[in-house]
């Protein structure tokens, strides 16, 4: 050992406690170990640090696993970049659809009369609450959860391998492939289906939070 | 390309990636984020991935994306983690233990919170994500006597961090 070097030393002691030595290396710190009474104090040191650090190992959740698999199953490989807000993004087309009619122009198409779709009700109500799951089955549907914050409020964003129903009251924007919108009490809903399903639930208004979801174009690399 | 190959390579590695991202996020709801980020920069890149070594490659987008995440949001990781990690923990579904194994976490946490950057990234790195002095070093592009200094003097100083937290030594 070389004590005269202080990194030297620092560095053979991290590899003797991380059991990173071979045996004649091993052999060697273990001699000079018994002569010196600082490195034994620095390597009992460095093990209790270790050891603190070890059990800082957790089990992940197991609603993760699940949700990361909803996520590599419900994203094919060539959408490109996977940042949330461009996983929201579609065509230019499609926001100045949405944002012309906002500006006054007609909603083509309604959503009839009857029940939510539990899958807006389960969303609607996860965005709500004070802790959210980090994913639901509604009805059969699987809907991974996540927040994103937009203006500094929450939004719920929810995902889904089966498109979302759009509830009574909603609206699409275009014809019946465009993103549709509805109103939730204080709450906005707007849905992107296809070909990742998306619906993002906020209390904001339809204009903002449709800019939001709809901003893009999500960058298509070559198939 | 099917998803199936991707899953079988990766998934095993779920726990060393979450307890990193566990790490480097303020609570477990910003890690669960971290980890779906990771995956899914990691699906965009398997095919391209080869036959290295699948944990480190995780680990090392894990990082990067954490570091994105900094960057976009301008803060900074030991005031994350430190922070809100005894509200955050109150809420997520990881909590193990009785309430002492909680509260050690917790100090321990706060500890490696207030380590310098280096340090703490060496640990996470080695001893939470397992990987040797060597792996960590191609992580962070330096040399592995470099990492190896910063674990030494990290691992002392935890000790001594944790000890002030009321963590002695053989509990």
Redesign the interface.
Known sequence: MVHEDG?HE??????Y??S?LGPAEVEAVEAHLLDCDGCWQ?VR??????A??????????????D???M???G?P?TL?????RRRLGRSAATVVAALALLGGMVWAGVGRGGPDPASVTAVVRAAGAR?AP?AVVADGQDIAL??DFLDGKPVMVARSAVPFDMPPGGRHLGGPDTPWVARRASMTVVCLNGPDNVLVVADLPAERLIAWATRGPAPVEPA | ?T?QP??DAT?AH??????IA??MSTD??EA??L???T???A??G??DQGRGDVRSWLIAICLNTARSELRRTRRRPVTLVGGSELDGHK????V?GDGLASL??QA??R??AALPEAQRRA??L???G?L??REAAEIEGSPR?TI??R??????????L?EREG?H?GS
């Open positions: 990194r620092d560095r053979r002691l991290a590899a406690v991380g990173e620095a040191d460095a093990r209790r640090g270790r603190l650090a070890e059990a800082m190992r957790e089990l992940a959740p197991a609603s993760l696993r949700r990361v698999r996520t590599v199953e994203a490989p490109g970049a996977h940042r949330r802790t980090s996540s927040r | 390309m998803d991707f899953l998934m779920l726990d060393v990636v979450w307890s566990r790490r477990p709801a669960e984020d980890v779906q980020e995956y899914a920069r699906w965009q398997f095919a809420a997520s579904e990881d193990s050690e976490r321990v946490s500890a490696l640990i996470v080695v001893d939470i397992g040797t002095a006597g190896l200094a674990l030494h003097r990290g691992r002392r100083q935890l000790a001594v944790a963590l030594r």
